[in-house]
């Protein structure tokens, strides 16, 4: 539980899920301060602005394929919309 993480009142650890080029992660780190301590994103395209702005933050990528015991903890989950596709749930072409 974050409860139980060394954590400072102003400095809350956050995990971004379907990071993105972390826009929201960005309004997160305004709004409540603290730190990002790993996003996941699987399209290269974004994970190399999270890997430009955030050098430091490891990108656990697929979310499918993650062992979620090995991860930190973290006190405040964001999370964008995943892409269907690479996730193979939605068909490569919009029907409507």
Known sequence: ????LPV??????????????GGLDLGVQTV???????HAEVD?????????HW???????DITAVNWADV???CVLTAGFPCQRRLGRRP???TG
């Open 32 to 38: 409540l301060g603290g730190t990002i301590a790993w």
């Open 72 to 74: 930190p903890e973290v």
């Open 1 to 4: 539980m974050c409860a139980d």
């Open 44 to 52: 290269p395209g974004p994970a190399r602005i999270l890997s430009r």
């Open 55 to 61: 050098p430091a933050v490891p990108n656990l990528g």
């Open 92 to 94: 490569s072409r919009r």
């Open 8 to 21: 400072t009142l102003h400095q809350p650890s956050i995990g971004s899920l379907c990071s993105g080029y």
